[in-house]
C-alpha cells in the first residue's frame, strides 16, 4: 500500500532553517513528481513546490522562492523540503502529495495521495 509520511516540523524563530522530509512507501520518487504544500490555520490550502521526475525540474510558489529548495534524496524513496530564512508567515501543517505523474503540472494543493503532514511553527 502506497502510503507518504512528512517528518521534520517544529518550533523556530524567524530567520532560522528548517529541513522537512517526505518518505514514501511502496514506490520511489526517482519516476513521480512530488509536491510539498500547507495549510495554515483558518486558511486553505496552498501550493509550495514541485518537483518532476523527468527531467528534475522544480517548481516554487513566489512567497517562497529563494528560501524553500525542494530535492530528492540518495535513497530514492525520500524528498526533502529545505526551509531557509523562515517567516511566521510560513507557520502551517505541510504535506507533501502526488498525483502519480511523472512531471509537475502547477503549483497546486491537492493530489491524488498525501501525508499526514508536519507541524511547522515559526514565532519569536
Known amino acids: 500500500q502506497v502510503q507518504l509520511v512528512e517528518s521534520g516540523g517544529g518550533l523556530v524563530q524567524p530567520g532560522e532553517s528548517l529541513r522537512l522530509s517526505c518518505v514514501a512507501s511502496g514506490f520511489t520518487w526517482d519516476y513521480l513528481a512530488i509536491s510539498w504544500f500547507r495549510q495554515a490555520p483558518g486558511k486553505e490550502r496552498e501550493g509550495v513546490s514541485c518537483?518532476?521526475?523527468?527531467?528534475?525540474?522544480?517548481y516554487y510558489a513566489d512567497f517562497v522562492k529563494g528560501r524553500f529548495t525542494i530535492s530528492r534524496g540518495d535513497a530514492g524513496n525520500t524528498v526533502f523540503l529545505q526551509m531557509i530564512n523562515v517567516r511566521p508567515e510560513d507557520t502551517a501543517i505541510y504535506y507533501c502529495?502526488?498525483?502519480?505523474?511523472?512531471?509537475?503540472?502547477?503549483?497546486?494543493?491537492?493530489?491524488?495521495?498525501w501525508g499526514q503532514g508536519t507541524q511547522v511553527i515559526v514565532s519569536s
Open positions: 518537483l518532476s521526475a523527468s527531467d528534475d525540474r522544480t
Open positions: 502529495g502526488t498525483d502519480y505523474l511523472p512531471n509537475c503540472e502547477s503549483i497546486k494543493a491537492n493530489f491524488a495521495s
